[in-house]
């Protein structure tokens, strides 16, 4: 499983098999069931994510009660509640597996030691927060730009194995709407 992550940094940025056995030692091992919460709203979200095999997702309550889905993550992916984690504020989401999953967790004090002893990892942390903005902007202007139906389409074309792998009713959550009307957009592309 660390050779999984050892290639996901050398995506970014060179290390050698020394450096990144130390880099390694700053991070836990933690096998997550499925629908476990490794947080759960109101508390202090103390670990950044990586996902070695699985998926999670990050959602919030509405008012109404219902689940909305923000993000997901699967292998390679990164995830936190970042306000929550660098400000140790009580996070306003819960983090849960969509499926057995195992990740490599670090908590910000570690963090803070890795970039220490190897401020290269730094770099590699900016490729990876530039990413995820990037694909929070364009979550954000599918929702506005798209009809939900493109929507969809967009992301079946840009993901068809997650659209595949993930339960329906968390891809509506996602995309902003019910799992019947998601269901009713798969009927007529099918057709």
Not at 70 to 96: C, G, K, N, V
Request: proline content about 3%.
């Amino acid at each position: 499983m660390s050779e999984i992550f050892k290639n996901h940094i050398e995506k970014f940025i060179k290390i050698n098999v020394k450096e990144f056995e130390d880099i390694f030692s700053f991070f836990q091992l933690q096998q997550v069931r499925k629908k476990e919460n490794v947080l759960v709203e109101g508390n202090v979200c103390k670990y950044h994510y990586f996902v070695l095999k699985g998926c999670l997702r990050k959602f919030f309550l509405t008012e109404k009660g219902t689940e909305q889905t923000t993000e997901f993550a699967i292998e390679t992916w990164w995830m936190t509640d970042h306000i929550s984690y660098e400000r140790r504020l009580p996070s306003e989401f819960f983090i849960q597996a969509v499926e057995n999953t195992e990740v490599l967790r670090i908590d910000s004090h570690s963090q803070e030691e890795l970039l220490k002893a190897f401020p290269k990892m730094e770099r590699y942390f900016r490729f990876i927060y530039q990413r995820a903005f990037a694909a929070s902007q364009m979550r954000i202007k599918y929702l506005y730009d798209l009809s939900k139906e493109d929507f969809f389409q967009h992301f079946n074309k840009l993901y068809p194995e997650f659209v595949q792998r993930i339960p329906q009713h968390l891809i509506a959550s996602f995309l902003g709407f019910t799992p019947e009307y998601l269901s009713e957009i798969r009927k007529r592309s099918h057709s």
